[in-house]
């Protein structure tokens, strides 16, 4: 008796459930959609001030360190936004900005190539300028001849 109440049951339950959703195919590159973005779309919708959207970038291929004798960190591209005005806290003598992307250019914004550095820049909105430096001698030369007047 008990099984056929337990068989019973069962078939009810199915009866009733929702059509299972597949996890795979949820979850597979089919259900992965690339949307189509304007340049500077994404930097609307992300919260930050308008006035912080118009930045101006500079896009660089950092030097290798004085104690870098490998090729790992070479070749890589970096985004670094131009300083705004900054204070001392009277305080506590600490630097003070009140600019959001002030530590954030040097953190975390790593590139593998200049192209991909490029494409972030248009794609968050922002004036960007390429900074590709020259060793000459002891000399380092700025191939822009812009970027020396505005740092």
């Known amino acids: 008796m008990a099984g056929f109440v337990q068989r019973v049951g069962q078939s009810l339950v199915r009866a009733h459930r929702p059509p299972q959703v597949s996890w795979k195919r949820c979850c597979s590159s089919d259900a992965l959609m690339e949307l189509e973005t304007k340049p500077g779309e994404v930097g609307m919708v992300s919260g930050v001030p308008e006035q912080q959207l118009k930045?101006?970038?500079i896009i660089y291929s950092p030097a290798r360190t004085a104690s870098q004798q490998g090729s790992g960190k070479v070749g890589k591209w970096k985004i670094n936004f131009l300083s705004t005005h900054k204070w001392e806290?009277?305080?506590?003598?600490?630097?003070?900005?009140?600019?959001?992307y002030a530590n954030v250019?040097?953190?975390?914004?790593?590139?593998?190539?200049?192209?991909?550095?490029?494409?972030f820049a248009e794609k968050y909105g922002w004036e960007y300028q390429v900074c590709i430096c020259a060793l000459v001698g002891a000399f380092i030369v700025l191939c822009s001849a812009d970027i020396t007047d505005e740092i």
Do not use: Q
Request: hydrophobic fraction near 35%.
């Open 55 to 57: 930045r101006r970038v």
């Open 89 to 100: 806290n009277p305080l506590m003598g600490w630097t003070s900005t009140g600019d959001p």
């Open 105 to 119: 250019g040097e953190a975390g914004l790593e590139f593998d190539s200049e192209e991909a550095a490029k494409a």
